[in-house]
Structures are given as structure tokens and as C-alpha cells.
């Protein structure tokens, strides 16, 4: 049985400033569960899961991970997911400490302005985790990439890939060594760039784009060319077919 | 003042059934609503409206599109909204009968085998227009291409392009003569494919990818090579990076 500060707790979890208070967040789900379990990257704090989920579960990786489960009832569940349907078990792990200065030489890095929506940041975690990126580099009204969609959306990717955020203008200007690539409307043909193994990519904002302070320090505009109708492509895909085209002859 | 039939009669229309029964289906915002007005391809039966948008919007589009506008109080727009905050105008507008027999020939034609969630169909009739895709053929399972989330991620796109809903397999042994291509994890790498004027393209379910039923028809397995970890790409993306790639020299 649950305590009622415990399911507190769990619950404040969905929130950003309980989340940075506690250096925790939330994961869901039997599959995203055993992936960051043996991905072994995040600490796992407790495992809340139904009875049915832990007779299924491999026993080893609970062995492995020194992992904790507690059995909770079916409401009890409910009252702690973040899902309308939940799935089984809800796991809190502890947030990994980021990478502040890494290497922007030789590889690709992924520059973020303002992403809102947590189904796009997910998606563009898990993609750049595909073509091999490691660091992100987020404004800070990026959405939280703890928070539960964007979790849930990434599956274990987010374990992978290393996301800081920051003020991405000063980032930049003190990043200029390395070519710096902005993905708009009105750039060159995406194919022309042909094959980079070393540049800075700048995403914009799903509704306006990129600012114009960041858009200033880009060296290149690159587009995506249109060959129907649609006004403008989602965020994620296309960061996803940029970095398919850079990392394209790798 | 929004009559009780009225209000009900519009909350009908996020569920599938109710706009199957009355050929109709709901569109929210105004970006959305201006874009599908002018767009003239669905019938608006009924806009309703808060007082702020009718003093914004262009007076010109609709008396062009012989739009009928009836303005509701926000506490009405509350109950009528598919979305948490409700963004000004809810349109009503009337499907349009899909054009069963296109051609297949000298074009791309999207097959669908259940896409089940309905950002990743908008997404993905969004990019198809992006890259000037005329036909979508959606399996049975796949989403109603007119739930409210569809419609809300598509943009005006919807009105671009032709979606037909059908049994795959039938339909695409009827399609041998254009060569068909299953995205998969394990095919021939996606730029070996070269560019295609001329191929019918096949995407899976998110989780399960595509049935083998679907998959023995395909004439070719192709794979978006994996520099990184991720075990998967989004639906969408994968959808978008092989639309990419076929009509990266047209």
C-alpha cells in the first residue's frame, strides 16, 4: 500500500520544479523500463509495479541493477501514472548530471531553439541518438527533456544522448570554429552541403523558427526543398532528414 | 447562445462513429480554420467563433468561401473545443468522398499498414504533401485521418492530399506493375535505392512494423542505415527520410 505522501511525491514528479528539487523523474511502461534499467545510466530510485508486471519482468535484470520494486494495486497505479491507460509499472530514476563542455570537433551537435512540444523533443532525442549524435545543445525554453512525454517519446535514447541547456547565443558565439549550419525556409538546397562530419545544426521553433540573434551567427541557411504544398515541415522530421543527409556517405 | 442539441451535436464529432453518421468533421484555430477555408476543398457547414477572432479575421475569406459564423461566449468554446485551451474558432466542415481510383503510375503512393497514433498521421500526410504525394493508402487499422489530433497536425495538408482507407493486401497485389517498397530494419541501405519517380512505398506500425502478409508483397526491403543506438525511428521520420531520399534529385 501507497502512503499518500508517497503518492504525493510520484505525482509532483510531472512538475519541473519538483523534478529539479528532487534531481528525479518518471519513466513508464514494462519496455522503456527494462531498456533504461540495463542501459544502466540513470540511478534507479524505485520501481512502482503491479503484481502481474513482476512475475513477467526478467528477474536477472532487477538482480543486475540492484533495483527495488514495490507492488501497488491497480488504483493505486492510476493515481501515480501520467498515462490515461497506465502500463504496468512507473519507475522513478534520478537525473544524470550533463556534460557541460565536450567536444564540438569532429562530429555533429545539435543546437535547439525553443522546442516546444515534448512529443517533437523526444522524437528529435531519439533520431539524433539513430544517426549517432551525442550532445544537444537546448535554449533554455526548450521544453524539459525529463519531462514524462518527452521520456516516454525518447525510450532509452535519453540515456544516450547528452542534453544541456543553456543561452544559446553565448553558446554559439564561443562556438564559431566549427561550422555552424541553421535549418530555415529560405537556405540552400539541403544537398548541396554534401557531407559533413563536423558541424553545429540549429533547429528552430515549431511555430516561428529561428530567432534572428541565433540566426545571425549561423554561416550557412540550409532548406529542405519543397516539392508539394505543405506550408512547413514538423521540427523533429526535419531535423531527422538533415541529419540523415549529413551523416548520409558516413 | 449555443443550443444543448448544438453543443452535443459537436462534441459528437470526436468520435469516429458520429463523423462517419454526419460526414463531418471539426477543425480548431484560426491558422488552421483560414488555412482550410481558402484551401477550398472541405464544405464549412458552421464556424463558431469568440468575438475576438471575427473582428481579426480577413472579412474577405468569408464572404469568398460564403462562410456562416456564429459567435459564442468562451465558457461555450470550452465545451465545443477538442483542445485543453481552447484557441478562438471551431470550424465544422463536411469530408470530402476519397478518390478511390488514382493512378500509380510516374508517382509516389504512400501505403500505410496501421499507424496508429494520430500525430504520427499527421505528420506523416503533412511531409507527403511537403514532398508533393498525391495518394496514401491507409489499412483499416490505421487512424481515422479525421480524429481532431489528425486534423490539428496536418495543417491544411489534409485538403492536398487523397487518403483512402482499404485492405492493404488486396490493393496491393493489385499494384505489382509499380515496384513496391517496404521500410524495414533490415533492407538494402536507402541510398542505394536512387531516386524513384515511380514506386509505391510502404510504412509499418509504429510498434510491430509491417505484417508479413504486407511485407511479402514488397518487391524491395529498404533501411535507413543506424549510425548511432536508438532500436528504432518514429513512424513519421522514417516516412519523411525515404520520401526525402527518392525525391532528393527530382
Known sequence: MLSKATIKYIQSLQHKKFRDEHHAFLAEGPKLLSELIQANCFECEMVYAVSEWESAVDQKILLNGNIRVQI???????KISNLKTPNLV???????????????????????????????LGTIIRTADWFGIKNIVCSMNTVDCYNPKVVQSTMSSLARVNLIYTDIVEWLSKSKSVQILATTLHGRPLKDIHQLSEAILIIGNEANGITDDVLNLAHEKITIPKIGKAESLNAAVATSIVLYELTRNA
Not at 501497488?72 to 492510476?78: A, I, K, P, T, Y
Not at 512507473?90 to 512529443?119: A, C, W, Y
Open 90 to 120: 512507473v519507475g522513478i530514476f534520478k537525473m544524470k548530471i550533463p556534460q557541460e563542455h565536450f567536444d564540438i570537433k569532429n562530429r555533429i551537435t545539435l543546437v535547439l531553439d525553443d522546442i516546444n512540444d515534448p512529443g517533437n
Open 72 to 78: 501497488v494495486e491497480d488504483f493505486e497505479l492510476l
